[in-house]
């Protein structure tokens, strides 16, 4: 099946730093990728929606400036948190699709996660 | 628009027991529906998906879900629990291509404890 990559896993930064996290699609071809926010015991949150070659659309109370999106290739995606702090830290999952024609609707892969602690 | 409701935010079984969780979904046009699984610290694993056909879908691991238009519900079994069943559920809806731009809205996720 498809597989989606996260790098780092986790990753420690200080306060007032920025985080950039990338998103691969290793065996295919991923038009669109999507960023999700997961705290502790909750559930996943929609971020953005990354095309490639475009400007992400980003879901509503999320900071555009504060959540750099960038997907400059098929298969790579980055999301870079800018001037992290405490309330950054969170658990940070990439998804990727391959937009196929004529289909109704195409599957997400996830990657892995990352983890992100902003002391 | 779409919205999913998973009853349940804790569901405690034996092994061997059988497992089920449940998911009702709103959605102006009719939806395709999805059951993740996610370990700790770990992305999601799909389980199973229905997106037309069949009611009852059969997945991995032994779980399998039926869609019922007329309760809007997709509720996950699984006949016999495992240890290894032990993990954050979450079920999951779109409404494709046509609308919200294939995005998918989850559940609030049920966490399922396995006892010996």
């Known amino acids: ?119 | 628009a779409q919205s999913v409701t998973q009853l349940g935010s804790h569901v405690s079984v034996s092994e061997g027991a059988l497992v089920l969780l449940r998911c009702n979904y709103s959605s102006s046009v009719p939806p395709y529906l999805f059951w993740y699984v996610q370990y700790p610290n770990q992305g999601l694993q799909l389980l199973l998906k229905h997106t037309t056909g069949a009611t009852l879908v059969k997945g991995i691991n032994g779980f399998e879900a039926e869609f019922k238009k007329s309760e809007t519900s997709f509720h996950l079994t699984k006949p016999s629990a495992h240890m290894s069943d032990a993990a954050e559920y979450f079920c999951a809806v779109t409404l494709g291509w046509g609308a919200a731009g294939n995005k998918l809205t989850f559940g609030g996720g049920t966490r399922v404890l396995v006892k010996p």
């Not at chain 1, 559930?43 to 999106?69: H, P, R, W």
Request: aromatic letters at 10%; one cysteine or more.
């Open chain 1, 1 to 119: 099946g498809a597989v989606v990559s996260q790098h780092p896993s986790w990753v420690i930064c200080k306060s007032g730093t920025s985080v950039k996290i990338e998103c691969r699609s290793l065996d295919f071809q991923a038009t669109t990728m999507f960023w999700y926010r997961q705290f502790p015991k909750q559930s996943l949150m929609l971020m953005a929606t990354s095309n490639e070659g475009s400007k992400a659309t980003y879901e509503q109370g999320v900071e555009k400036d504060k959540f750099l999106i960038n997907h400059a290739s098929l298969t790579l995606s980055t999301l870079t948190v800018t001037s992290a702090h405490p309330e950054d830290s969170s658990f940070y999952i990439c998804s990727a699709r391959e937009k196929l024609a004529g289909v109704p609707y195409n599957e997400q892969f996830f990657g892995p996660g990352t983890r992100l602690t902003v002391l």
